[in-house]
T-cell receptor
Framework: NAGVTQTPKFQVLKTGQSMTLQCAQD?????MSWYRQDPGMGLRLIHY???????DQGEVPNGYNVSRSTTEDFPLRLLSAAPSQTSVYFC??????????FGSGTQLSVL | DQQVKQNSPSLSVQEGRISILNCDYT??????FLWYKKYPAEGPTFLIS?????DKNEDGRFTVFLNKSAKHLSLHIVPSQPGDSAVYFC???????????????FGKGTHLIIQP
């Protein structure tokens, strides 16, 4: 049972490039979400989904897109990377949207 | 405006003693509180939670206390062990009209260091 799997673990982008952070869970959880963690900050919610086909914005959604075509997958797309998006990104899933299971994170640097 | 505050960035405690981590919140609509533990290079893991209808919840060495009138909660770890050295995040839900599905609001975290 893998839980929540995030790929890649590390990524370096140039300003303006686009990329997709992958997230998959094998626990059949309906709720999935993306958070970012910056130094000295708590985790901040980017986007979330309460089920396949349903997504909504969190606290810091600008510059990111998500889709949820299956229960298992919840990719996060950076449309045009900016240095301000340098961060550690965590994907999480849950059955009740509160007791979250987190992936191990993706460390992203935008130069 | 930070709705969940952990005012101690770090805390050092001797092994075997009690660790007390504090958290304050400002949004009176929060109705569920959680603590997560995070080791370096790993994602946070759920530790313990408490509903606003309770004032205490205990799970083994971990106890969370909630004081609604003071908008304050604390996590007690007794006795503290070396494996407890980690960053602890306080989180809250229910602060939005949409309820818990809107996600959790996290504090900045407290780095707990257990000294041998």
């Amino acid at each position: 049972n893998a839980g929540v799997t995030q790929t890649p673990k590390f990524q370096v982008l140039k300003t303006g490039q686009s990329m997709t952070l992958q997230c998959a869970q094998d626990m059949n959880h309906e709720y999935m979400s993306w958070y970012r963690q910056d130094p000295g900050m708590g985790l901040r919610l980017i986007h979330y989904s309460v089920g396949a086909g349903i997504t909504d914005q969190g606290e810091v959604p600008n510059g990111y897109n998500v889709s949820r075509s299956t229960t298992e997958d919840f990719p996060l797309r950076l449309l045009s990377a900016a240095p301000s998006q340098t961060s550690v990104y965590f994907c999480a899933s849950s059955q009740d949207s509160e007791k979250l299971f987190f992936g191990s994170g993706t460390q992203l640097s935008v130069l | 405006d930070q709705q969940v505050k952990q005012n101690s960035p770090s805390l050092s405690v001797q092994e075997g003693r009690i660790s007390i981590l504090n958290c304050d919140y400002t949004n009176s609509m929060f109705d569920y509180f959680l603590w997560y533990k995070k080791y370096p290079a790993e994602g946070p893991t759920f530790l313990i939670s408490i509903s606003s209808i309770k004032d205490k919840n205990e799970d083994g060495r971990f106890t969370v206390f909630l004081n609604k009138s003071a908008k304050h909660l604390s996590l007690h770890i007794v006795p503290s062990q070396p494996g407890d050295s980690a960053v602890y995040f306080c989180a809250a839900s229910g602060g939005h009209s949409g309820g818990g599905a809107d996600g959790l609001t996290f504090g900045k975290g407290t780095h707990l260091i257990i000294q041998p």
